[in-house]
């Protein structure tokens, strides 16, 4: 399945990287999201973009940047990032109909590992 | 008190079986439900959504209990493929998904 892609699929960065993650998505969807899943623990919500609009941060640190330069694309870039932000970043796509909420289809994942 | 909670288990059951999983949710004014399956290393997919009436897909059954914010997935006649790990998501408005921590489900021969 290619409706949502991610790139890249693995990555080790030091703390004192930059690296940027990068998410795409085929489905025709105008809404873009980044979850982070820690082991053992409930995905967790980072960024919602509706229509390349940032609507929804939920106190993510500044080390954690997202960018939507359209509605098929998302970036997460990474900086001066901390072991414990170690995890599998995934990104997901969603339409919005207005009404009660919509699906969301998820990419692959990036796993990330900071040394 | 967690927004979306599940059991983890692990639940470990033999080909066959009939198994249930739960799961309760804070938001009373939420307002869609889904059961997604996540294999190890991979990502979520979604298993089905959740309707008022209950809704069932061939050996998969939900069931949605408004009155006391929870919801249930039933799986029948279970196979060695059904081994994975289910979440239930909890959605309040459009963006608002919250997950449940899965519960980690074992079919063995």
């Known amino acids: 399945e290619t409706g949502v892609t991610q790139t890249p699929r693995h990555l080790v960065m030091g703390m004192t990287n930059k690296k940027s993650l990068k998410c795409e998505q085929h489905?025709?969807?105008?809404?873009m999201y980044w979850y982070k899943q820690s082991a053992k623990k409930p995905l967790e919500l980072m960024f919602v973009?509706?229509?390349?609009?940032?609507?929804e941060n939920n106190s993510v640190p500044s080390r954690f940047s997202p960018e939507c330069p359209n509605s098929s694309h998302l970036f997460l870039h990474l900086h001066t990032l901390q072991p414990e932000d170690s995890a599998l970043y995934l990104c997901?796509?969603?339409?919005?109909?207005?009404?009660?909420?919509?699906?969301?289809?998820f990419g692959p994942g990036t796993r990330l590992l900071v040394l | 008190r967690k927004e979306v909670e599940q059991d983890p288990g692990p639940f470990n059951v033999p080909e066959g079986a009939t198994v249930a999983f739960n799961c309760t949710y804070s938001?009373?004014?939420?307002?869609?439900f889904f059961w997604y399956r996540q294999d190890c290393r991979k990502e979520p997919k979604l298993l089905m959504s959740v309707y008022s009436s209950g809704n069932e897909d061939g050996r998969f059954t939900a069931q949605l209990n408004r009155a006391s914010q929870y919801i249930s997935l039933l799986i029948r006649d279970s196979k060695l493929s059904d081994s994975a790990t289910y979440l239930c998501?909890?959605?309040?408005?459009?963006?608002?998904?919250?997950f449940g921590a899965g519960t980690r489900l074992t079919v063995k021969p």
């Open positions: 997901a796509s969603s339409s919005l109909s207005g009404g009660a909420g919509e699906t969301q289809y």
């Open positions: 998501a909890v959605n309040a408005n459009n963006n608002d998904m919250r």
């Open positions: 973009y509706n229509f390349k609009e940032q609507t």
């Open positions: 938001n009373s004014a939420s307002q869609s």
């Open positions: 489905l025709g969807h105008n809404a």
